[in-house]
T-cell receptor, first 115, second 111 residues
Framework: EAGVAQSPRYKIIEKRQSVAFWCNPI?????LYWYQQILGQGPKLLIQ????????DSQLPKDRFSAERLKGVDSTLKIQPAKLEDSAVYLC?????????????FGPGTRLTVT | DAKTTQPTSMDCAEGRAANLPCNHS???????VYWYRQIHSQGPQYIIH???NNETNEMASLIITEDRKSSTLILPHATLRDTAVYYC????????????FGTGTSLTVIP
């Protein structure tokens, strides 16, 4: 069974530029999550999708971050414009269960450096 | 906000059992205890979860106290590859509730 795929693995941009990350979850998984992990901290949930609908985006900085999962499969997370404090690893996860909870399977993450 | 408390770091000798404690005194009746670990530069990996009863799988054992206010993850024979950050999370299934990872316990297995 293929795992959660993410790309790119690394990205370096200057502040005020835009960037996009892509995630392909495990086949059949209804729920998809995007997490932000700042160095030395645990992952923090940014947004949770169930199929192509948003379940929770309460911690997503909506003035600069956006995410979509148009066909209920893969997803993109965008930052525009980026700030220095957005430097982090962005993790995508998926789970079989609807409405969250249960086991989550994580991708390798995208390490973003904003200079 | 994290609903669990874990020690910041622990050491364990290779080949010995690693016992990682977690306090979750405010756990609700429908919340499970989950354990994940994160090896350096990788995404978190699911280990085990439980509700009331002790659980065991090929990776670890989970011991939950009778009052469910604390639990212990046991790695029976720690190897160097078990060096990682271990996260204890409480969460209810099918509620849409977030997973709060906290800062976890950094386990170092010493040769």
């Amino acid at each position: 069974e293929a795992g959660v795929a993410q790309s790119p693995r690394y990205k370096i941009i200057e502040k005020r530029q835009s960037v996009a990350f892509w995630c392909n979850p495990i086949s059949g998984h209804a729920t998809l999550y995007w997490y932000q992990q700042i160095l030395g901290q645990g992952p923090k949930l940014l947004i949770q999708f169930q199929n192509n609908g948003v379940v929770d985006d309460s911690q997503l900085p909506k003035d600069r971050f956006s995410a979509e999962r148009l066909k209920g499969v893969d997803s993109t997370l965008k930052i525009q414009p980026a700030k220095l404090e957005d430097s982090a690893v962005y993790l995508c996860a998926s789970s079989l269960m609807l409405a969250g909870g249960g086991e989550q399977y994580f991708g390798p993450g995208t390490r973003l450096t904003v200079t | 906000d994290a609903k669990t408390t874990q020690p910041t770091s622990m050491d364990c000798a290779e080949g010995r059992a690693a016992n990682l404690p977690c306090n979750h005194s405010t756990i609700s009746g429908n919340e499970y205890v989950y354990w994940y670990r994160q090896i350096h530069s990788q995404g978190p990996q699911y280990i085990i979860h439980g509700l009331k009863n002790n659980e065991t799988n090929e990776m670890a054992s989970l011991i939950i106290t009778e009052d469910r206010k604390s639990s212990t993850l046991i790695l029976p024979h720690a190897t160097l590859r078990d060096t990682a950050v271990y996260y204890c999370i409480v969460n209810a299934k099918n509620t849409g509730n977030q997973f709060y990872f906290g800062t976890g316990t950094s386990l170092t297995v010493i040769p």
